[in-house]
């Protein structure tokens, strides 16, 4: 039996307080989305969409990056297809492998995303402070660096 430290500790812990504050973040974008034409967007889709870059990358190198099945990625990819927002295009190389490329209505999706994005951190500036979060986010990314 666990006792109530550890566990409050773990609740404190690094990977826990980044969970969190994702699953946060994606509530608040799925709320900001619920007025715009990608209101159907479900998580996972919007993961793989976001997953792209803005590049076009094949499903396996998606299915990779995301830690899911290939057969998990090719039915999100083809929901993203029924949005309009991602086309599949063969590649010259390999008659076998398709890329998932973003469409103009995905261009559209990525801008509102952005804009989405900058709501979503000056809620988190007004919490927290401006200079406190450029902060986190230079410390989260000298961490992958």
Known sequence: MSKPNANAKLSQSLKALLRENLLWIEKEQQ?????SPFANAGQ???RLFAALRGESKTIA??????????????????KLIGHG????????DNRR????AITERGQMARSLTAKHFRQIEAKVAKKIGK????????????NLE
């Open 31 to 35: 709320r900001l989305l619920q007025d």
């Open 44 to 46: 996972a889709e919007i």
């Open 61 to 78: 190198e998606l299915s990779r990056y995301l830690g899911i099945s290939r057969q998990a990625a090719h039915q999100t990819v083809h």
């Open 85 to 92: 927002v991602v086309e599949l295009q063969p590649m010259k």
């Open 97 to 100: 492998e398709k890329m998932v």
């Open 131 to 142: 200079s406190e979060l450029q902060q986190l986010k230079q410390l989260l990314e000298s």
